[in-house]
């Protein structure tokens, strides 16, 4: 029996430091939202919900908001496609599929602004690794494009952003896929079941609840997305990088020059929750299902 | 038994005359392309990084003539990674350590006490996970102003612990949640009180569990950039992803790329080696709570 003392006393500093340094300041941003503060000590003037009407006709915004919804969904799909293919691969009884599966999800385990550098440089027009390398294969007319150019930089940065993370999605589909009896593929097997087949008839419905959580993951990840496409920015972020959460950035601390809108960015910080609670409500109510037993 | 006379010949399989590992062939070429893809990348930083700043523009996927090893002296020192390096391992060390400290009682009461509330507080912990943590820069910021530790290692650490609470909690009540109930009761019965129940029997058991917490706060907050960049200001403070980054900023801006792969290097070898002998604790701790 655990006593009404141990449980206070265990539960005390985690629960102080959480609530004062993670949840008071998760619902101050609300409080925050409704004010025009133009820095840390300065005079905080309540303007109801003007930072949102504001939000609402910013360009730069709705470019932020795009940005990250289309990390969201066009990476989403980019990233669960390939884990899915690769776990299918991998899992079909290759050889070396522990030494594959380290390799893949080595990018999460490196720090995020070396990536970022290592991408810069992979895009690099002349010296980069993409374009030396197509130009050695025969492409030189596609050689010639300049990856980073305002056009394609959003595109380049998500590719690599896909790169990271289809490796860690890699692991957890494969995690769950090491879960599945392996007697059910064995009689597939028996009946001469395709690839294909075993992985829509028995992959994909034993795997249903590592994919719910999966899909959970990645969009509260894809929706406060900040360091990679920061770092991938360099010095000065260019807009069409923008995320919301390097868009609330910008506008509480700014670049080079500091900007200071702190109630303003605090409003971008209040949409990213609302859209991550609205979005995990959503998938968790088209995901469910009956418990599988097996 | 049946009997075997009298059975059918099994249905032949359609490509069985076709060996294993030819059939495999396709599925080894595209986990190739991934893998060779990945490892040429890395590959072609390590080769950029002793390379001369003119060479390195032009000579591609070609051995340098002559290995300029003193780029990376040359990032050490005008990068000051040692120094960063020492922070990063008194924030990291410090932080994860504290993590640790308050999260495994608190796991260990969320899964195995029973009181009212209990759910719900759970639930309150776990809720964090899903707050986007560019959310906290603001308020985060305030706090730590009010408390005069802006801009100070001490002040990151106490964040750093708030904000690893939520998935630290989350892993380790599930660990102990899983764990059996019979040695508890047998402790009890040898009238062990309950401190003493959790301190020698709980704990030992639920060390797997702590273990794997310890290296993922470990990979996590040793590559965590974001808070550090709103709480960090003073060259000296910096931790090494911040480091790393104003390294990268300055030597792009020289146009300097074997001295910014130079330490891209520097950073990026001790996580690979651990990597490399940890990737089985790592992996498993990273699906350990997705993966049930």
Sequence with gaps: MIRKRLIVLFLAPASLIYGGLFLVPTLSTFYFSLFSWSGFGEQMTFIGLDNYTRLFNDTVFWLSLRNTLAILFVGGFFVFGLAFLYTVLLTSGIWGKKFFRLVFFLPNVVSVVALAGMWAYIYNPRSGLLNTTLSAVGLTDVAKTLWTSPDNIFWAMLAALVWVFTGFFLILLMAGVDKIPTDAYEAADLEGASLWQKFWFITVPMLWDVMAISFVIWMINAIKMFEFPYAFGFLQVPQQLYTLGIYLYIMGFGQRDPIYQLGYATAIGVVMLVITFVLIVVVRRLLRREQLEF | ?292
């Design chain 2, 1 to 292: 038994m049946s009997d075997t006379v009298y059975q059918s010949p099994p249905p032949a399989r359609r490509i069985s005359r076709v060996p294993g590992w030819v059939r495999r062939l396709p599925a080894y070429f595209l986990v190739w392309m991934w893998t060779a893809f990945t490892l040429a990348a890395i590959a072609y930083v390590l080769l950029s990084a002793v390379k001369s700043k003119r060479e390195v523009l032009r000579s591609g996927w070609n051995l340098p003539q002559e290995f300029i090893w003193s780029n990376f002296a040359t990032a050490w020192n005008v990068g000051r990674l040692g120094d960063y390096f020492l922070n990063s391992v008194m924030v990291v060390g410090g932080s994860v350590f504290a993590i640790l400290l308050v999260s495994t009682p608190a796991a260990y009461v969320l899964a195995r006490a029973k009181f009212p509330g209990r759910e719900a507080v759970t639930n309150l912990f776990v809720l964090g996970m899903g707050i986007p943590i560019p959310m906290l820069f603001i308020p985060i910021f305030g706090i730590l102003s009010y408390l005069r530790m802006t801009d100070s290692l001490t002040g990151l650490s106490l964040v750093f612990i708030a904000i690893s609470i939520p998935v630290t909690i989350y892993l380790l009540t599930g660990f102990f949640a899983s764990l059996p109930s019979e040695l508890e009761s047998a402790a009890v019965l040898e009238g062990c009180n309950d401190f003493q129940v959790f301190w020698h029997v709980m704990l030992p058991m639920a060390m797997p569990g702590v273990l794997t917490a310890l290296i993922l706060n470990l990979i996590w907050l040793w590559n965590e950039y974001q808070l550090s960049l709103v709480i960090l200001n003073s060259p000296d403070n910096r931790t090494l992803p911040l480091g790393l980054y104003s390294l990268q900023n300055a030597m792009q801006y020289t146009g300097d790329w074997p001295g910014m792969f130079a330490g891209v290097t520097i950073v990026i070898i001790p996580t690979i080696i651990a990597y490399a002998l940890l990737s089985e604790k790592m992996i498993a701790g990273m699906t350990m709570g997705a993966v049930k």
